[in-house]
Structures are given as structure tokens and as C-alpha cells.
Nanobody, 120 residues
Framework: QVQLVESGGGLVQDGGSLRLSCAVSGRIFSINTMGWYRQAPGKQRELVATITISDGRTFYTDSVKGRFTISRDNAKNTVALQMDSLKPEDTAVYYC?????????????WGQGAQVTVSS
């Protein structure tokens, strides 16, 4: 089992910055990738960014490239999402996600979600 607890988020004005953090516990050694997803009202959950734990490779969806940065701190067992130049369309509930390696069953785990609201 893997447990994820998110922190951060909140209300910010257009062009502002916020930082989300995800604390990981449990079978940390089994995790292959971690990511951030978001879900706006009335829309499907979408991928924002991912990071590979072993080598730090990252992926970003086009709409956040150059504005968001995903990072990991293996010593502290945390993954963060730094969000700069925020836009009203970034408003959503943001979820932390962990995916275990194939040898561990490729299970997926989710955090409870953190609200991010960007006012215009």
C-alpha cells in the first residue's frame, strides 16, 4: 500500500504562483512514477505532469509547459508541483498520483485532492 497526502493549494490571482506538495508513505520502494492530475468542474480528470522516481525524467501536458515544474525529493519522500503564471483556466482540484512498478503490480494510488482557484 502507498499513502499520499497533499498540501498547498488555495486562492491566487491571475499570474500568481502556488506550490503543491505530496507526502508519500508506505511501500515507497515500489513506486515507479508519480504525477499530478487535475479535474475542473464538469470536466474529466486530466494529466498535468509526471516524474520518474529513479531518474527524474519529467513529462508535462502542453497547456502547462514552461509554467509548472514537477520535482521530487527522495530523501523527504515528497513530490511537488510548482505552479507559476497561473491562469483562471488552471482552476481545478489537483490530485497526486503514484504508480507502482510492473513487478509490484502497477497499482495506482491517489491523494485526497487540493483545490486550486485562480481568480481573474
Amino acid at each position: 500500500q502507498v499513502q499520499l497526502v497533499e498540501s498547498g493549494g488555495g486562492l491566487v490571482q491571475d499570474g500568481g504562483s502556488l506550490r503543491l506538495s505530496c507526502a508519500v508513505s508506505g511501500r515507497i520502494f515500489s513506486i515507479n512514477t508519480m504525477g499530478w492530475y487535475r479535474q475542473a468542474p464538469g470536466k474529466q480528470r486530466e494529466l498535468v505532469a509526471t516524474i520518474t522516481i529513479s531518474d527524474g525524467r519529467t513529462f508535462y501536458t502542453d497547456s502547462v509547459k514552461g509554467r509548472f515544474t514537477i520535482s521530487r525529493d527522495n530523501a523527504k519522500n515528497t513530490v511537488a508541483l510548482q505552479m507559476d503564471s497561473l491562469k483562471p483556466e488552471d482552476t481545478a482540484v489537483y490530485y497526486c498520483e503514484a504508480r507502482t512498478a510492473p513487478w509490484a503490480g502497477e497499482h495506482e494510488y491517489w491523494g485526497q485532492g487540493a483545490q486550486v482557484t485562480v481568480s481573474s
